[in-house]
């Protein structure tokens, strides 16, 4: 939400509707467990695409006017047009209303509205995660904010984290940020690991490892593309959090023209050695492989691979460079819907989906 402006509608424009097969309402149970995409499109809000039966499906409420933030399960974090955060279940008209931002309350910084729905900052981060009973965690940032804005279920009101003052030097700053159950994990400016746990009844407790090195990863080989020079259109270093609770690094570039190696993706990890006091090598190793797992881009997480539900081993499954779609930024948010597969390095992609004119695309796993 632009610091003075009225928020735009989530819109995507499209050269061609989708047959839509039925409502996901009536399918909810066949649904479940499988990877699906929310798509946004212009007129009735959006709709859901299920890969491995090559459908779309129309949801049964119509979202139109909402900005979809993150997912965790059937479950999703969504703005509307006057700035307020809602929790909605995409297969029905249920919804949990969620605290008005400006009640930020018992920490380091004010929130003041100064419209219906503006607001000095953009709200550009989101994300929560749900259990199955029934209880949930929203975290939030602003635009360039020097804090997050948590609440839990029952809260009235959000909690602040800073991410700059009151903050040891290693983990000051934000640049990516993952929630697995109640815990928060940040990669920092410094390129440090931060983990908070938020699972406690007064705010928050920092249970971040100091660290001996940062998450620096080794010079990407010139050899993935050839010599030839080509045109950069979109790269990202991200985090995301295994089934075990380790902490990745990904990394993944897109060149010009688009074509099925045009994209790479690279995942690596802490080298055991660095528990060795007498390593000087910093550098993080790269997976050749994870194994019986598949890791969601736009979740930040792995979970286990299910070949009866979809769910591919040792893939990425992807959208966008920048789950969180950050506006002023050198390189745009490119939407490239697709499964990269680790060890064959082979990227699987969608063609019903090349005709959609689309400004926004999230994997999910409902349950």
Same mark, same amino acid.
């Given at each position: 939400?632009?610091?003075?402006?009225?928020?735009?509608?989530?819109?995507?424009?499209?050269?061609?509707?989708?047959?839509?097969?039925?409502c996901a309402k009536a399918l909810r149970p066949a649904l479940v467990g499988s990877p699906l995409l929310l798509l946004s499109q212009e007129e009735g809000g959006c709709c859901l695409y299920k890969p491995d039966e090559d459908k779309f499906y129309e949801?049964?409420?119509?979202?139109?006017?909402?900005?979809?933030?993150?997912?965790?399960?059937?479950?999703?974090?969504?703005?509307?047009?006057?700035?307020?955060?809602?929790?909605?279940?995409?297969?029905?008209?249920?919804?949990?209303?969620?605290?008005?931002?400006?009640?930020?309350?018992?920490?380091?910084?004010?929130?003041?509205?100064?419209?219906?729905?503006?607001?000095?900052?953009?709200?550009?981060?989101?994300?929560?995660?749900?259990?199955?009973?029934?209880?949930?965690?929203?975290?939030?940032?602003?635009?360039?904010?020097?804090?997050?804005?948590?609440?839990?279920?029952?809260?009235?009101?959000?909690?602040?984290?800073?991410?700059?003052?009151?903050?040891?030097?290693?983990?000051?700053?934000?640049?990516?940020?993952?929630?697995?159950?109640?815990?928060?994990?940040?990669?920092?400016?410094?390129?440090?690991?931060?983990?908070?746990?938020?699972?406690?009844?007064?705010?928050?407790?920092?249970?971040?490892?100091?660290?001996?090195?940062?998450?620096?990863?080794?010079?990407?080989?010139?050899?993935?593309?050839?010599?030839?020079?080509?045109?950069?259109?979109?790269?990202?270093?991200?985090?995301?959090?295994?089934?075990?609770?380790?902490?990745?690094?990904?990394?993944?570039?897109?060149?010009?023209?688009? %074509?099925?190696?045009?994209?790479?993706? &690279?995942?690596? @990890? !802490?080298? $055991?050695?660095?528990?060795?006091? =007498?390593?000087? #090598?910093?550098?993080?190793?790269?997976?050749?492989?994870?194994?019986?797992?598949?890791?969601?881009?736009?979740?930040?997480?792995?979970?286990?691979?299910?070949?009866?539900?979809?769910?591919?081993?040792?893939?990425?499954?992807?959208?966008?460079?920048?789950?969180?779609?950050?506006?002023?930024?050198?390189?745009?948010?490119?939407?490239?819907? %697709?499964?990269?597969?680790?060890?064959? &390095?082979?990227? @699987? !992609?969608? $063609?019903?989906?090349?005709?959609? =004119?689309?400004? #926004?695309?999230?994997?999910?796993?409902?349950?």
């Open positions: 939400m632009e610091g003075q402006d009225r928020p735009a509608a989530v819109a995507a424009k499209r050269s061609r509707s989708p047959k839509y097969n039925e949801t049964k409420s119509d979202f139109s006017g909402y900005r979809f933030l993150a997912s965790s399960g059937k479950w999703f974090l969504v703005v509307d047009s006057r700035s307020d955060l809602y929790i909605i279940d995409v297969f029905s008209d249920e919804r949990i209303h969620l605290p008005p931002l400006e009640s930020i309350n018992g920490g380091l910084y004010l929130v003041e509205r100064v419209g219906s729905n503006e607001f000095k900052v953009t709200l550009i981060r989101g994300i929560f995660n749900d259990d199955k009973n029934g209880d949930y965690v929203v975290v939030w940032q602003f635009e360039q904010g020097q804090f997050l804005g948590f609440c839990k279920k029952g809260d009235l009101r959000y909690r602040d984290i800073p991410i700059r003052v009151d903050v040891r030097r290693e983990f000051r700053g934000l640049k990516d940020v993952v929630l697995k159950g109640y815990s928060l994990y940040s990669l920092v400016t410094r390129s440090f690991i931060r983990h908070l746990d938020l699972s406690g009844q007064d705010g928050f407790k920092d249970v971040s490892v100091i660290p001996r090195f940062p998450m620096w990863k080794p010079d990407t080989p010139r050899a993935d593309f050839g010599t030839e020079v080509k045109k950069v259109i979109s790269f990202s270093n991200r985090i995301a959090v295994t089934t075990s609770g380790e902490v990745l690094l990904v990394f993944t570039k897109a060149y010009e023209p688009f %074509c099925e190696r045009s994209r790479i993706f &690279r995942v690596y @990890k !802490r080298d $055991p050695k660095e528990l060795d006091p =007498n390593t000087y #090598d910093t550098r993080l190793v790269e997976m050749e492989s994870i194994g019986d797992e598949a890791l969601f881009f736009d979740l930040g997480i792995t979970v286990p691979a299910d070949l009866t539900l979809g769910i591919e081993p040792n893939s990425i499954y992807f959208t966008r460079n920048d789950r969180f779609g950050h506006k002023n930024i050198c390189i745009p948010c490119v939407i490239d819907i %697709c499964v990269y597969n680790i060890a064959t &390095r082979t990227v @699987k !992609r969608f $063609p019903n989906l090349s005709n959609l =004119n689309l400004t #926004d695309a999230q994997w999910f796993l409902p349950s």
